[in-house]
């Protein structure tokens, strides 16, 4: 089945840099891999998305990569501010085989910015 | 108002007791997920319905027992098989296979 590996576990930034969090996962099949963020005592928003078929896609300060080859995409985000501090969560959704429809997440990041 | 609802918010339970975990969605939603947060190991995948009438088994899905009856609704019991069962537990819906998930605000199920 699907294992997604997510690092850093923990990520601390300073206001105004970047940060970047990094997924792999180990099925060639999936094809849709979305982003959420979480914060505390909530359920997780999708922030971004990326399918298969595109290398990258932006939206405002927040970007995500995909190299189907090497099997991995990371989340970008620029210009960081306090109100980004949450946990963010990587996903992957199986495309096939007996796993079809399933969605496999990371293990998370807590993201702290500080002002 | 649309969305996906999960009720109670906070649930309490005796050790050896069965418990259902109720999740609504009003979004005409064909998939529906649930999910298990344990602090440091993300979200791992209970059980998840790509139809009515349909699920399939997750990673975890030892322990735990659904049904999808209605479109709307995904109940998950946690029955006295489930070892640890105290965990945040989270539903989520979909449109269909490949389309972004939905999530409710979660249930904090604590087993005494």
């Known amino acids: 089945g699907e294992n997604v590996e997510q690092h850093p576990s923990t990520l601390s930034v300073q206001e105004g840099d970047s940060a970047v969090i990094k997924c792999t996962y180990s099925?060639?099949?999936?094809?849709?891999f979305p982003w959420y963020k979480q914060e505390l005592g909530k359920g997780p928003q999708l922030i971004i998305d990326?399918?298969?078929?595109?290398g990258e896609k932006k939206d405002q300060r927040i970007a995500v990569t995909l190299n189907k080859t090497a099997k991995h995409f990371s989340l970008h985000i620029t210009e960081t501010q306090p109100e980004d501090s949450a946990v963010y969560f990587c996903?992957?959704?199986?495309?096939?085989?007996?796993?079809?429809?399933?969605?496999?997440f990371g293990q998370g990041t807590i993201l702290t910015v500080h002002p | 108002d649309g969305g996906i609802t999960q009720s109670p918010k906070y649930l309490f339970r005796k050790e050896g007791q069965n418990v259902t975990l109720s999740c609504e969605q009003n979004?005409?939603?064909?998939?529906m997920y649930w999910y298990r947060q344990d602090p440091g190991q993300g979200l791992r995948l209970i059980y998840y319905?790509?139809?009515?009438?349909?699920?399939q088994k997750g990673d975890i899905a030892e322990g735990y027992s659904v049904s999808r009856e209605k479109k709307e609704s995904f109940p998950l019991t946690v029955t006295s098989a489930q070892k640890n069962p105290t965990a945040f537990y989270l539903c989520?819906?979909?449109?269909?296979?490949?389309?972004?998930?939905?999530f409710g605000q979660g249930t904090r199920l604590t087993v005494v």
């Open positions: 989520a819906s979909s449109p269909g296979v490949g389309t972004e998930a939905f």
């Open positions: 099925d060639s099949a999936s094809n849709y």
């Open positions: 990326i399918r298969s078929n595109v």
């Open positions: 996903a992957a959704l199986a495309w096939g085989g007996t796993s079809y429809g399933k969605l496999t």
């Open positions: 979004l005409n939603h064909d998939a």
């Open positions: 319905s790509q139809i009515v009438n349909d699920f």
